[in-house]
């Protein structure tokens, strides 16, 4: 059964960082993309960072670019976000994805910042 957990969610001030965790269950981790969202209210869910299986590419949306650090550790199956910098707009729910033949998601990890 595939599951995804992310956690490392938070509150924060302005100009502080977090460093979100996705862990992975029940598929081979190394054999996937993986990828990092996220939704403020109100908002669609929108794409913010992803890494290819082996770790050996990433891409960034432009909102991240600079600030944040997409990462993965297959042998822990796991993939990281390292978020620097932070801003009252980077608050949302963050969400890990396996792409694929079927989408999978977790269930998400609150990101608040405060000005």
């Known amino acids: 059964q595939v599951r995804l957990v992310e956690s490392g969610g938070g509150l924060v001030q302005s100009g502080e960082s977090l460093r979100l965790s996705c862990a992975a269950f029940?598929?081979?981790?190394?054999?996937?993309?993986m990828s990092w969202y996220r939704q403020a209210p109100g908002k669609v869910r929108e794409l913010v960072a992803t890494?290819?299986?082996?770790?050996?590419?990433?891409t960034y949306a432009d909102s991240g670019t600079g600030r944040f650090t997409i990462t993965r550790d297959n042998a822990k199956k796991t993939v990281y976000l390292e978020m620097n910098s932070l801003r009252p707009e980077d608050t949302a729910v963050y969400y890990c994805?396996?792409?694929?033949?079927?989408?999978?998601w977790g269930q998400g990890t609150q990101v608040t910042v405060s000005s």
């Open positions: 890494i290819t299986s082996t770790g050996g590419s990433t």
């Open positions: 994805r396996r792409g694929g033949a079927i989408d999978y």
């Open positions: 029940g598929f081979t981790f190394s054999n996937f993309a």
